[in-house]
């Protein structure tokens, strides 16, 4: 479960907003460009610190301004994929998946089972030999899910993960991710412009506009995550 409240002031307005993100849900944050979803993100990562708030993640405070508590990106089991994939190109599709693992300093048994079972959860066990160069652009996204999704992340974070996709292949990393969400149960937030890609994906919607909530909805019955200002 993910509950955050952050205040930043930002050079055009201020980011001020509340989320809750219940484990096995996705909350899909939705806006033009500039109006604070990537910092929200980015704040939630470790990546920036907020002014003033907290984000807490199932039951441990990962930033809290007036305790002072600030816990390192590295430290916070947060899998981000970022709008543009960024494999490692002259990597293959294995060794990209592996890459956090070996930072994590998993032995090499259990990194090569883990390994698989991405592999084989994503559809990409075809592809493990082959260097992300030669990729087209909905198999990187698939592999950067799967290196994300290999170091057993508590959250999972999502920036703009169709850009530049065709139809085809945003279905199937859309299937992928709600599968995926689902079997580890783990809570995640999905940047989009899109409005389709809330009502496919999403388990409730935020809308920011200059740093605030101007709309939020859920899916029928649902309330496992929202937001509010």
Known sequence: MLDVHIVRKLRDFTLDITLHVDDGKILVLMGENGAGKSTTLNSIAGLLSPDTGSIRLNGSVLFDAESGIDIPVEERR???VFQKSAVFPHMTVRENIAFGLVAQHIDERNREKRV?????CLDIR???GVRAAQLSGGQKQRVALARALAT????????EPFS???A?????????????????NI?????THRAE???????????LCRGNITGAGSASGFSGCGCRN
């Open 187 to 191: 809570p995640c937030i999905m940047v």
């Open 164 to 166: 530049g996709l065709d």
């Open 168 to 184: 085809g292949s945003r279905v199937s990393v859309k299937d992928a991710i709600r599968k995926c969400t689902s079997d580890l």
């Open 126 to 128: 075809n592809l493990s």
């Open 116 to 120: 698989a079972r991405w592999l084989d």
């Open 152 to 159: 057993e992340p508590a959250l999972l974070m999502l920036d």
């Open 78 to 80: 947060i899998g981000y």
């Open 197 to 207: 890609d809330a009502r496919d994906i999403g388990d409730g919607s935020c809308t």
